[in-house]
T-cell receptor
Framework: GEDVEQSLFLSVREGDSSVINCTYT??????LYWYKQEPGAGLQLLTY?????DMKQDQRLTVLLNKKDKHLSLRIADTQTGDSAIYFC????????????FGTGTRLKVLA | DTGVSQNPRHKITKRGQNVTFRCDPI?????LYWYRQTLGQGPEFLTY????????KSRLLSDRFSAERPKGSFSTLEIQRTEQGDSAMYLC????????????FGSGTRLTVV
C-alpha cells in the first residue's frame, strides 16, 4: 500500500535544532515535499527536493534524502516559537497522477 | 491575486442536508485539486481537474460527492445527504500543469455535521 510514515510529536527548546523524519514508500517518486500547517490553516509549501539530490539547504531548513532507505528528513536550525506547527512530508508517486500522498504529520512544539 | 480562496471557512450542517463549498484558484493555474483532512491525519486526495476536465476521482469520493469546475475557473464541491463521517477539513489547491514545485493550498473549509 501507499503509506508515508512520520513520528507524531516532537518537542524542542527555542534555539535548538529540530529534526523531523519521514519514511516514504515509492522509490520512483521524483519529488518529495515538506509542508507546514498552522492551527486552522491550510498547508504551506516549505521546500521540496528532487530525487537525484541528497541534500538541499534553504536558509534555516535542510532536507536530507536517503533514497536507499526511502528516508527523508527536515532539519530546522535555531527553532523559534513561530515554527510550532504540524509538518507533513509528501510524495507524488510517479505511477500515479499529480496527487500527493501525505504522511500523518509531525506536531512540533517549541518551548520558550 | 492573493492565492487560493475557499468559502465558507466553516460550515455546520445537520445530518442529511446538502452542502456546497467553493474554491477560487490562482488565476493562471490550470490544475485544481480537492483534498479531505480529518483530525490527526494528513490530507487525502479526493479529485483533480485540469482546466474544466475532471481527470481523476478517488475511491473516497462516494456518489454523494460531486465536484465541478465550469469554464476551468472556480470549482465547487457538493456533498449530498451529509453524514457525520463527512465532518472534516476540505482543502482546495491549485498548480500549473507543468509544475512539480508544489501546490498552493487554500485555508480550507471546515465541515461539521451534527
Amino acid at each position: 500500500g501507499e503509506d508515508v510514515e512520520q513520528s507524531l510529536f516532537l518537542s524542542v527548546r527555542e534555539g535548538d535544532s529540530s529534526v523531523i523524519n519521514c519514511t516514504y514508500t515509492d522509490s520512483s517518486s521524483t519529488y518529495l515535499y515538506w509542508y507546514k500547517q498552522e492551527p486552522g490553516a491550510g498547508l504551506q509549501l516549505l521546500t521540496y527536493i528532487f530525487s537525484n539530490m541528497d541534500m538541499k539547504q534553504d536558509q534555516r531548513l535542510t532536507v536530507l534524502l536517503n533514497k536507499k532507505d526511502k528516508h527523508l528528513s527536515l532539519r530546522i536550525a535555531d527553532t523559534q516559537t513561530g515554527d510550532s506547527a504540524i509538518y507533513f512530508c509528501a510524495e507524488i508517486p510517479t505511477s500515479g497522477t499529480y496527487k500527493y500522498i501525505f504522511g500523518t504529520g509531525t506536531r512540533l512544539k517549541v518551548l520558550a | 491575486d492573493t492565492g487560493v480562496s475557499q468559502n465558507p471557512r466553516h460550515k455546520i450542517t445537520k445530518r442529511g442536508q446538502n452542502v456546497t463549498f467553493r474554491c477560487d484558484p490562482i488565476s493562471e493555474h490550470n490544475r485544481l485539486y480537492w483534498y479531505r483532512q480529518t483530525l490527526g491525519q494528513g490530507p487525502e486526495f479526493l479529485t483533480y481537474f485540469q482546466n474544466e476536465a475532471q481527470l481523476e476521482k478517488s475511491r473516497l469520493l462516494s456518489d454523494r460527492f460531486s465536484a465541478e469546475r465550469p469554464k476551468g475557473s472556480f470549482s465547487t464541491l457538493e456533498i449530498q445527504r451529509t453524514e457525520q463521517g463527512d465532518s472534516a477539513m476540505y482543502l482546495c489547491a491549485s498548480s500549473l500543469r507543468t509544475s512539480n514545485y508544489g501546490y498552493t493550498f487554500g485555508s480550507g473549509t471546515r465541515l461539521t455535521v451534527v
